[in-house]
């Protein structure tokens, strides 16, 4: 008989299968993202060095929505990555499913100017 996986448990699983496949190198970061019941958080990180390169959430940002407030976290991650130099990235949706709110961290990202 089988246990029944809780939903953290399935996510952990498939974060898992995600990173497995995908790594972040100095030419080519990863945009990790973590999204929890309020806010979501992201991150580029250089798998190779260990070291997070630039990061942001939308906790003190405005916007009517957690979708809104989603899409002005990617744009504002964007910049902060182009300040750095990093224009291109490895997107990992963090084993969350790529629609609401983690899509619209992509979107913003997109118009900010990254490239994944």
């Given at each position: 008989?089988?246990?029944?996986?809780?939903k953290?448990?399935?996510r952990?699983?498939?974060h898992?299968?995600?990173?497995?496949?995908?790594?972040?190198?100095s030419?080519?970061?990863?945009l990790a993202?973590?999204?929890?019941?309020?806010y979501?958080?992201?991150?580029i990180?250089?798998?190779t060095k260990?070291n997070?390169l630039?990061?942001?959430?939308?906790?003190?940002l405005?916007?009517k929505t957690k979708?809104?407030?989603?899409?002005?976290?990617g744009?504002?991650l964007?910049?902060s990555?182009?300040?750095?130099g990093?224009s291109?990235?490895?997107f990992?949706?963090?084993?969350?499913?790529?629609t609401?709110?983690v899509?619209?961290?992509?979107?913003g990202?997109r118009?900010?100017g990254?490239?994944?």
């Open positions: 008989m089988t246990t029944k996986l809780t953290n448990e399935q952990t699983r498939r898992n299968r995600i990173r497995a496949k995908v790594s972040g190198t030419e080519r970061p990863r993202i973590f999204k929890s019941n309020s979501i958080y992201a991150q990180i250089d798998d260990g997070t630039s990061a942001v959430s939308d906790l003190g405005k916007g979708t809104e407030r989603a899409k002005l976290a744009d504002a964007a910049k990555a182009k300040a750095k990093i291109t990235v490895v990992d949706r963090g084993g969350f499913i790529y609401g709110r899509r619209a961290f992509a979107d990202a118009e900010g990254l490239i994944f």
